[in-house]
């Protein structure tokens, strides 16, 4: 070639690799900002048909984890093809095929859950309804890698800075998703723009096909040449990279249902975690890192010390240090182990093998997280678990002191002696280490990073204390009396015998959500019918309105109850009455039968029998005009089933009501503002409301503040509770959007909450 021609060909060569670079980079962030904006849209619109669980969201990210490792097995396989067309047009027929199956819809035949069995059927909900367009965005990611390197792009020999842009696809899609779509655009109107961004994509990845098929045959070679004598990674290696992606993956679950338990099961609270998790991807894989791997190494232990002391101080009361404690200490390990990965990353020959082993330790941790462990423990022992092992994905030590370290195994032993040791007596010790609990789990817990931080300390060793430390909390409880745990889908239930046997008490969470009084303040046990007490006295919002409509009526009341709890409301009935519950979780049934927990059903409703299943699915059954009362009283937690407060809901409760029938609904909350959502899903629906919010100063006596919402047709149907000051007549807001099934803000009720101070 002349000077003349060379000279030619260099700007020519220079804007086909700015093309190359710009069609692929853009390919790629759109197809990750489908495959995780995906995820909370259609997972919002299962959510209903269990219960608005967080659960839910747990299974679902074994269900993506999983297929992104299918994916990741299909562009592996598909790129040890020689040929450069057959990848091209196998990958368009799928994503063509694909595309035939949008918008996204629940398959037929899965539209009702079982009683048993959740998480299995949800999976092949997942796969039946979504399964192939999954399937065919999970392969892009690695494939669109390899392509690119094929193409002879001069940065085809370390392409990995797409995963960068990946994730940053990724990133902004699970982050606009709560703040932009979800308060913005109704459920249609979102799954309508993501079947036009697939048909988009489908345009990009041919664009991208075309730009392969045409690449010069000696830029190809010069990157095959580069990369032909690059050594295998070793097993180990290889195992390594599978224990480092499974960690931040089931960390991942565990944070993400520590705090959705307790504010709301919704696309908010789920993406906030996955963002952060991203975000570490995005971070770890630039060609210039923003944080330096040594900083974070550095950061990691305090992270592991500051989610023990979180633990073991709790803080659920407040919302913005679950959200932002916990978060803060998952993004730094996540940062770490990520970090490792980076940093032990293949030539561009291994890059599809390395995703493999990537999505195989994500699908691990998914695993272990969101469907072995609540089936194995009684309680959330996998966020403990998980924070200890997260010790191990520290690179190997160079122990700054090796024979003060050497030492570090005997005070370990002793210390656990010294701490654990007491948990078996009675008496002062035992009560001076549970009331020291904090301060004894959080020292071992300093303790412990001081020295990985001062001596560079063997991860084995820092996990060991980590354990210790976090064996503490379990040991020593922060609850007062005996606690015994019982683990459902829908969650961890825990029955506190409080000191003395005075009360016996259902938390669900941090939140109270039944009580029962067995002794007196004397020692002696309380006799005959239990008295309804917690939210449910008869001094309070829902005691009110039952002897308000009662009083209405005149006779017996037909009731329905959404929610069964401790059975507490089985004793608000009167003679004559006939009153049916419903309830999702027959863990929850089984343990208000059990009179070792509780006696509320043996003594009031021995014959009880409710109905087990959804209550959106199970109480539209119902014939319509048989009510009296409703009452919907289905938290888990202080998480809102969604499903049960819009529009549509309302409208079937308002369906089953008899002539001068009301709906009460309890919507006690500390993070969220929902009275003036059940105003106006009862104002659309044609239905005055009633307001009662007011402390009742008797929380020693286990009787608390409710906020009780009562809606009817007419003044007259909630007898004198229109005339008494306690209740307040209230407008529905007209700036206020109407939640229904398709549109929920439950940011803005977060906001109200915090807005009002309360």
Request: charged share 15%.
């Amino acid at each position: 070639m002349s000077a003349a021609e060379l000279a030619t060909s260099q700007p020519s060569v220079a804007s086909r690799n700015r093309v190359v670079l710009l069609t692929y980079t853009a390919a790629i962030f759109v197809s990750a900002l489908l495959l995780f904006s995906v995820q909370p849209l259609f997972t919002k619109m299962v959510l209903p048909r269990l219960g608005g669980s967080p659960a839910v969201w747990s299974v679902a990210m074994v269900f993506f984890q999983s297929l992104l490792l299918a994916g990741y097995v299909y562009a592996h396989l598909l790129m040890r093809i020689k040929s450069r067309v057959i990848p091209i047009v196998v990958h368009l027929l799928l994503l063509l095929v694909a595309f035939a199956a949008l918008p996204l819809t629940i398959a037929a035949r899965w539209g009702e859950p079982p009683t048993s069995g959740y998480a299995i059927w949800l999976l092949g909900l997942f796969v039946a309804s979504i399964g192939l367009p999954f399937f065919a965005l999970a392969a892009n990611n690695p494939l669109l890698q390899a392509w690119f390197v094929r193409t002879g792009h001069p940065d085809g020999a370390d392409p990995y800075f797409l995963y960068a842009s990946s994730n940053v696809g990724s990133f902004l899609a699970l982050l606009s998703y709560p703040l932009a779509l979800e308060p913005v655009f109704t459920l249609r109107m979102q799954n309508l723009i993501w079947t036009g961004g697939y048909g988009l994509l489908i345009v990009l990845i041919a664009a991208c096909g075309l730009l392969l098929w045409r690449a010069p045959v000696s830029a190809i070679a010069n990157n095959a040449a580069a990369e032909s004598d690059a050594p295998a990674p070793s097993f180990s290696t290889r195992a390594r990279w599978v224990f480092l992606a499974a960690v931040p993956s089931g960390l991942l679950i565990a944070v993400t249902a520590h705090i959705s338990t307790d504010v709301a099961a919704a696309p908010l609270l789920w993406v906030l975690p996955l963002s952060l998790y991203l975000l570490t991807w995005v971070l770890v894989f630039q060609q210039r890192p923003l944080l330096p791997h040594k900083w974070v190494l550095w950061a990691q232990p305090a992270a592991i010390a500051g989610v023990i002391v979180l633990l073991a101080v709790g803080g659920e009361q407040n919302l913005l240090l679950t959200l932002g404690g916990h978060q803060l200490c998952f993004f730094v390990i996540a940062m770490a182990c990520h970090g490792e990965l980076a940093r032990t990353r293949p030539p561009a020959k291994y890059l599809t093998g390395f995703y493999v082993a990537l999505s195989f330790g994500g699908m691990i941790g998914g695993l272990f997280a969101g469907l072995i462990a609540p089936n194995v423990f009684s309680w959330v022992a996998e966020y403990p678990i998980l924070i200890a092992l997260a010790a191990l994905c520290r690179p190997p030590a160079d122990e700054r002191l090796p024979r003060l370290s050497r030492w570090l195994w005997p005070l370990a032993a002793v210390l656990a002696l010294v701490l654990i040791l007491p948990s078996q007596m009675k008496g002062e010790t035992l009560d001076w280490f549970e009331d020291h609990r904090v301060y004894v789990a959080g020292g071992v817990a300093v303790f412990g990073m001081l020295l990985a931080l001062a001596l560079n300390t063997a991860r084995l060793k820092l996990a060991a204390l980590a354990a210790l430390a976090l064996a503490l909390i379990r040991i020593y409880p922060a609850d007062e009396g005996r606690v015994e745990t019982v683990r459902s889908f829908f969650g961890v239930h825990k029955i506190v015998t409080t000191p003395n046997g005075q009360y016996h008490v259902l938390m669900h969470g941090t939140t109270i959500h039944g009580a029962e009084k067995y002794a007196n303040a004397n020692g002696t046990q309380v006799a005959g019918r239990p008295e309804p007490i917690t939210y449910y006295h008869k001094d309070g919002g829902i005691g009110r309105a039952i002897t308000a409509i009662r009083e209405r009526k005149g006779a017996p009341l037909r009731v329905a109850v959404i929610g069964l709890g401790s059975g507490t409301l089985t004793c608000a009935s009167a003679p004559g009455e006939t009153w049916k519950f419903f309830e999702i979780d027959q863990s929850m049934v089984d343990t208000a039968r059990d009179p070792k927990y509780f006696t509320y059903v043996e003594k009031c409703e021995p014959e009880l029998k409710p109905t087990i299943g959804d209550a959106r699915l199970t109480f539209a059954r119902e014939p319509d005009g048989i009510y009296d009362l409703i009452i919907v009283d289905a938290y888990s937690s202080d998480a809102i089933p969604i499903h049960l407060a819009t529009k549509e809901a309302m409208a079937i409760y308002k369906d089953k009501l008899g002539p001068q029938g009301a709906v009460v609904m309890h919507v006690s909350n500390r993070h969220l503002e929902l009275a003036s959502v059940v105003v106006g899903i009862a104002d659309a629906n044609g239905l005055k409301s009633w307001v009662y919010d007011e402390d009742s100063g008797r929380d020693s006596e286990y009787i608390f503040a409710t906020n009780v919402v009562v809606s009817a047709r007419a003044e007259a149907d909630v007898g004198k509770l229109a005339s008494t000051e306690q209740w307040a007549e209230t407008d529905a807001n007209a700036n206020q959007r109407v939640w229904t099934d398709d549109y929920c803000n439950v940011l803005g009720a977060v906001y109200r909450r915090l807005r009002d101070g309360e």
